[in-house]
């Protein structure tokens, strides 16, 4: 299975602040990425797809980049409703993995 | 809009079957295929697999082969996921997931999560 290794585990930033997040594959996984936000007590919710495609009606200030091994979301201008749980997940090769999740908090 | 509807919580004990459901409306059912994946207890989230909502037709991860069973009502527009001999480690959240529109492997709409608890 690829091993998906998020960092960092929590994050604590400032309103207005840039964030990133990165995700890691244990292998090549050819962009074949995605980011999710879950948001305390809900379901997650497509933010990025293809490691950097916007679903839509995903606020622009989300964004994601990265090939090979190595990936990262970022998050500009954060806002207080950013506070939830991040996880990338690998869809390369059965089974699809994710990350095990990157919570963000407001300072 | 698009909406998954699970089914409510349940209480089970080791042993025991469970049947999860996931009504889907405001989109061909047998367009999208139907993921699953479980979220224990302040855990993160593991794919468990999914089905051809057009033939069918079940993939599972090698976590879930045996006691797992991915099935359709496909005049019902609903997935249901069945979890047979339960063991205390399958209590978790368990979410259903339509594919993307733009990739088939991700997930682009979520049901709100169906909770099973096992416990003697």
């Known amino acids: 299975d690829i091993r998906m290794t998020q960092s960092p585990a929590s994050l604590s930033a400032s309103l207005g602040e840039t964030v990133n997040i990165e995700c890691l594959a244990s292998?090549?996984?050819?962009?074949?990425l995605a980011w999710y936000q879950q948001k305390p007590g809900k379901s997650p919710q497509l933010l990025i797809y293809?490691?950097?495609s916007l679903q839509n009606g995903v606020p622009s200030r989300f964004s994601g980049s990265g090939s090979g091994t190595q990936y990262s979301l970022k998050i500009n201008s954060l806002q207080s409703e950013d506070v939830a749980t991040y996880f990338c997940?690998?869809?390369?090769?059965?089974?699809?993995?994710f990350g095990s999740g990157t919570k963000l908090e407001i300072k | 809009q698009i909406q998954l509807v699970q089914s409510g919580p349940e209480l089970k004990k080791p042993g025991e079957s469970v049947k999860i459901s996931c009504k889907a409306s405001?989109?061909?059912?047998?367009?999208?295929?139907m993921h699953w994946v479980k979220q224990a207890p302040g855990k993160g989230l593991k794919w468990m697999g999914w089905?051809?909502?057009?033939?069918?037709?079940?993939t599972y991860a090698d976590d879930f082969k045996g006691r797992f069973v991915f099935s359709l009502e496909a005049s019902a527009s609903t997935a249901n996921l069945q979890i047979s001999n339960l063991k205390n480690e399958d209590t978790a959240t368990y979410f259903c997931?339509?594919?993307?529109?733009?990739?088939?492997?991700?997930?682009?709409?979520w049901g709100q999560g169906a909770s099973v608890t096992v416990s003697s």
């Open positions: 293809n490691a950097n």
């Open positions: 405001g989109y061909t059912f047998t367009d999208y295929a």
């Open positions: 292998e090549d996984i050819y962009s074949d």
């Open positions: 997940q690998q869809y390369n090769n059965y089974p699809f993995t």
């Open positions: 997931a339509r594919q993307g529109d733009s990739s088939p492997y991700v997930m682009d709409a």
């Open positions: 089905i051809n909502t057009y033939t069918g037709k079940p």
